[in-house]
């Protein structure tokens, strides 16, 4: 008698990775539709980490933790968003755990990073569905970076509230 594995079978992984494919085409082309591929991603990430670098309150904080690293970053940038728009899966770091501990780091930096990252859009004149799907991607992104950085439950603690 076998005993039974964890491991999956062989038409298991063919199933999984012809869903992974089916998946990661579908995101390609949805993007195709928008106006969206690799060029577009590489300018993105180019223009708004060079506005990024000049503005007043992102450039310092941004600057402070990447000095004398930011072609890496830009590599890094590029293939966290190639990965978010195309489902690829090909982006491996770790998003939380890059910005805890950065010097000057707040809150309300996540607004000023949304309002630059709208305006590289508008610039770059993406298509209006491109526009809106990159917004609330990053959005989303910026709210849960803002909850794992900076939410304690313990403040929702009703009895620690004064009324």
Same mark, same amino acid.
């Given at each position: 008698?076998? #005993?039974?594995?964890?491991? $999956? ?46 503005? $007043? ?6 600057? #402070? ?24 899966? !090909? ?8 910005? #805890? ?6 809150? !309300? ?20 569905? !491109?526009? %809106? ?8 992104? %910026? ?9 304690? $439950?313990?403040?929702?603690? $009703?009895?620690?509230? #004064?009324?």
């Amino acid at each position: 008698m076998t #005993q039974p594995t964890d491991r $999956p079978d062989r038409a298991d992984l063919q199933a999984r990775a012809a869903h992974k494919a089916e998946i990661v085409e579908r995101a390609r082309s949805e993007m195709a539709e928008m106006g969206v591929d690799a060029l577009f991603i590489d300018r993105l990430v180019e223009t708004f980490y060079s506005h990024v670098r000049a503005h $007043p309150t992102l450039g310092p904080v941004f600057d #402070q933790r990447l000095s004398g690293r930011w072609p890496e970053h830009m590599v890094k940038m590029k293939a966290f968003w190639s990965s978010v728009a195309f489902k690829t899966g !090909a982006y491996g770091g770790k998003p939380v755990m890059a910005h #805890q501990g950065v010097d000057g780091m707040s809150e !309300a930096l996540f607004a000023d990073w949304l309002k630059l990252f709208a305006a590289t859009l508008q610039e770059l004149e993406a298509s209006p569905k !491109a526009e %809106a799907w990159f917004l609330a991607s990053a959005e989303r992104i %910026a709210k849960s970076l803002i909850l794992s950085l900076f939410y304690n $439950p313990a403040f929702d603690d $009703p009895r620690r509230r #004064q009324g």
